[in-house]
């Protein structure tokens, strides 16, 4: 027998470029669910701010 007919896949290195293009995404996602979080607290705070203001709550608790 001269070999076997059988193809081996061959192992090669990782990929530099798609290891960069998969950091980047993973980086934007990340950092669009941070962004969203703050706006959304900073919403809530704004909102609890103007109701303030307003004097429709008050940060001292009710006596009855």
Known sequence: MAGSGVAH??????SVVKEIAIA???????GSV???YHWN?????????D???KGE???VA???
């Not at 980047?24 to 990340?30: F, H």
């Open 9 to 14: 896949a061959t192992l090669k290195g990782p």
């Open 62 to 64: 009710a006596e009855d």
């Open 24 to 30: 980047i995404t993973l980086g934007v996602a990340a």
């Open 57 to 59: 709550v008050s940060v």
């Open 41 to 49: 607290l900073q919403r809530k705070t704004k909102e609890f701010y």
């Open 34 to 36: 941070w962004k969203m």
């Open 51 to 53: 109701m303030y203001n």
